[in-house]
């Protein structure tokens, strides 16, 4: 199976997004702080994991 690099890192940016808006919404608000850090989180996720190559897929033998 083959997962492009920009499938990894959409998926691990909303991953990380949805967490962070999840903990900011316990009180029912999302401050400006709070919103930052979300967008920090998705940015994070997306630069990392973008940069991480993929596991070369083994030989069919």
């Known amino acids: ?4 690099k ?3 890192a959409i998926v691990a940016a909303l991953a990380a997004g949805a967490g962070t808006i999840g903990a900011a919404l316990t ?3 999302v ?7 979300a967008l920090i ?4 996720a997306l630069g ?9 897929s083994a030989p069919d033998a």
């Open 27 to 29: 009180d029912d608000t």
């Open 41 to 44: 989180a998705v940015l994070g």
């Open 48 to 56: 990392f994991t973008w940069a991480v190559p993929n596991k070369p």
């Open 31 to 37: 401050t400006a702080a709070e919103g930052w850090a």
């Open 6 to 8: 920009y499938t990894k």
């Open 1 to 4: 199976m083959h997962v492009s």
